[in-house]
T-cell receptor, first 111, second 115 residues
Framework: GQNIDQPTEMTATEGAIVQINCTYQ??????LFWYQQHAGEAPTFLSY????GLEEKGRFSSFLSRSKGYSYLLLKELQMKDSASYLC????????????FGTGTKLQVIP | DVKVTQSSRYLVKRTGEKVFLECVQD?????MFWYRQDPGLGLRLIYF???????EKGDIPEGYSVSREKKERFSLILESASTNQTSMYLC??????????????FGAGTRLSVL
């Protein structure tokens, strides 16, 4: 099975930088996803890591260390619209492309 | 853009009723998934399908069944709804390509209340 752990809630200030961590345990790692979910809406894809290192996409970056079972999502120049839940999800080898989601981190951006 | 459409945003049903939740995707995706989302528990996989008429149990299949008669449509069935099935239900779809991201695209969700 898989075990994914991320903080339940975080608060950060508009314009600042925030890092959301995700640790996981899985057999046969085959990729890690970050999704954003605004309240009452569907999750939307943010980033994907399968190799160690940093993937940058505009204000958002995601980092992966497979040996440590660790990832983080970095959000820069925070905006009020970044207030949302951020879901970490891990895919294992086999299993027909299914992923296991963490419980999500609810980020509140304050002025 | 990928579009995943769930037939209802809100549903209210009574205990013991048979409930159908429908999901349609327009991108010819092979994989389709049904999740439920509850506070503090996150997204949990109920069932998924990797091809027409094919299905696999997820982590919490008890009390649910699914049907995939056509590639674009994946239905979740609650044979006899119970109050503990009150939840937000999310459908998703993805491509199946080796060594690819195979991002999951989600529908807007159906909030089901069982009274």
């Amino acid at each position: 099975g898989q075990n994914i752990d991320q903080p339940t809630e975080m608060t950060a200030t508009e314009g600042a930088i925030v890092q959301i961590n995700c640790t996981y345990q899985t057999s046969g790692f085959n990729g890690l996803f970050w999704y954003q979910q605004h309240a009452g809406e569907a999750p939307t894809f943010l980033s994907y890591n399968v190799l160690d290192g940093l993937e940058e996409k505009g204000r958002f970056s995601s980092f992966l260390s497979r040996s440590k079972g660790y990832s983080y999502l970095l959000l820069k120049e925070l905006q009020m619209k970044d207030s949302a839940s951020y879901l970490c999800a891990v895919r294992a080898i086999g299993g027909y492309q299914k992923v296991t989601f963490g419980t999500g981190t609810k980020l509140q951006v304050i002025p | 853009d990928v579009k995943v459409t769930q037939s209802s945003r809100y549903l209210v049903k009574r205990t013991g009723e048979k409930v159908f939740l429908e999901c349609v995707q327009d991108m010819d995706h092979e994989n389709m998934f049904w999740y439920r989302q509850d506070p503090g528990l996150g997204l949990r996989l109920i069932y998924f399908s990797y091809d027409v008429k094919m299905k696999e149990k997820g982590d919490i299949p008890e009390g649910y069944s699914v049907s995939r008669e056509k590639k674009e449509r994946f239905s979740l069935i609650l044979e006899s709804a119970s109050t503990n099935q009150t939840s937000m239900y999310l459908c998703a779809s993805s491509l199946y390509r080796e060594l690819a991201k195979n991002i999951q695209y989600f529908g807007a969700g159906t909030r089901l209340s069982v009274l």
